[in-house]
């Protein structure tokens, strides 16, 4: 079992910024990828961002791209989502996830372990 736990969410202005944490422990080896997704109310979960373990390689959906910044602390097993230049758009609830084998990967449905989301609102 690997347990995932969010922080960071919050209420921010339009073009703000938040960073969202992940910390991940119990049964993490042999862990390849680690996402992160989110969901607006009467919404799909889509995909944003993913990182393999070790944070070298990163893939991002195009609606953040150049915005979103997804990365490890080396030092423990924590993931973060740096948002930057926030919109009204972004307001949802922000999953991470980790997938235990495969490559990077987009696919709700390939990752094995969900956290139980963070809320972030843009709003002024």
């Known amino acids: 079992q690997v347990q995932l736990v969010e922080s960071g969410g919050g209420l921010v202005q339009p073009g703000g910024s938040l960073r969202l944490s992940c910390a991940a422990s119990?049964?993490?080896?042999?862990?390849?990828?680690m996402g992160w997704f989110r969901q607006a109310p009467g919404k799909e979960r889509e995909f944003v961002a993913a990182?393999?373990?070790?944070?070298?390689?990163?893939v991002y959906a195009d609606s953040v791209k150049g915005r979103f910044t997804i990365s490890r602390d080396m030092t423990e097993i924590r993931f973060f989502l740096q948002m930057n230049n926030l919109k009204p758009e972004d307001t949802a609830v922000y999953y991470c996830?980790?997938?235990?084998?495969?490559?990077?990967?987009?696919?709700?449905?390939?990752?094995?372990?969900w956290g139980q989301g963070t809320q972030v609102t843009v709003s002024s």
């Open positions: 990182s393999n373990w070790n944070g070298g390689s990163t």
């Open positions: 996830a980790a997938r235990l084998y495969g490559p990077l990967s987009k696919a709700k449905n390939d990752y094995h372990y």
């Open positions: 119990g049964r993490t080896f042999g862990t390849s990828t």
